[in-house]
């Protein structure tokens, strides 16, 4: 279980040895936490030790039920109300701001409904759709989208979207965020899923919505060029594409992104 306090940041598991001795090891990455826990509410936490290459570097013992009543202390002690602004106080601005971008990573969870495990409408949207190859829409945080132009226009398409098959083993997201990689030179997240199975000339596709990771690499052979635009600009290139199928799933791609992007801002409000 991870704890965000106004007084640190704490891992709290049982590990084998807990078990018998009826405690639970409390870990953190900052020995302070741990010293500011057992004065404040834990005085019965064990000494703190280090490690060099354990993914916690500070840890301590306390027993289950001391713990258990020292969580619920730090429950009974909340009188402020705003946390971030608790911790700025108590922790300072650094580490407030450290755990400002925990809460926007985590906000994704309120923003996305396949990540509501209550819902059998989530749920059935957890599983991918079977297709027969799996692509990105990457949008950068300008709202722009990356567009690619495949080398000599293969396929028909003068403008698309990275997509490809599975190669043995992979999922559809690796899939999907290899070819990314590989047609349009980045490392990307995924944000989401577009709903529909979109059907092309040669096969279906799974899109999954992403966002950029770091500086681009150099992309392969079969894309001549990439274009960061605006999704207005997106359908004036799509639309150059003679191919009339791959032309007009492209476009529902683009439409079906217009009505992700819109929910999301609906749900932020």
Not at 160 to 174: H, M, R, V
Request: glycine letters at 6%; aromatic letters at 8%; charged letters at 20%.
């Amino acid at each position: 279980m991870w704890i965000i306090t106004p007084i640190g940041f704490f891992s709290i598991v049982q590990k084998p040895a807990d078990r018998a001795a009826n405690t639970l090891t409390i870990r953190a990455r900052v020995a302070a936490d741990l010293d500011a826990l057992r004065r404040t509410v834990l005085p019965l936490l064990g000494s703190i030790t280090e490690s060099s290459y354990n993914d916690y570097r500070f840890r301590a013992t306390a027993p289950r039920q001391a713990a258990a009543r020292a969580m619920s202390a730090l429950m009974a002690s909340i009188c402020y109300d705003n946390f971030k602004d608790e911790v700025a106080r108590v922790q300072g601005n650094d580490r407030a701001d450290l755990y400002h971008a925990v809460w926007s990573r985590l906000n994704v969870l309120q923003e996305d409904a396949s990540f509501d495990w209550n819902s059998k409408r989530a749920l059935s949207r957890c599983a991918v759709p079977e297709a027969t190859s799996y692509g990105g829409v990457l949008l950068n945080d300008q709202g722009q989208l990356l567009l690619r132009e495949p080398t000599s226009h293969f396929g028909g398409y003068a403008w698309t979207f990275a997509k490809g098959k599975p190669e043995p083993g992979e999922s559809p997201q690796q899939t999907a965020l290899r070819e990314v990689a590989e047609e349009m030179g980045y490392a990307a997240r995924i944000r989401g899923r577009l709903p529909d199975v979109y059907s092309g000339s040669t096969g279906t596709t799974v899109f999954f919505v992403m966002e950029p990771m770091g500086q681009p690499a150099e992309f392969q052979g079969e894309t001549s060029q990439t274009r960061w635009v605006s999704l207005d600009e997106a359908g004036e290139l799509i639309a150059q594409t003679p191919l009339l199928q791959g032309r007009a799933r492209d476009l529902q791609v683009l439409t079906d992104l217009r009505q992700w992007l819109a929910q999301r801002a609906l749900h932020a409000t």
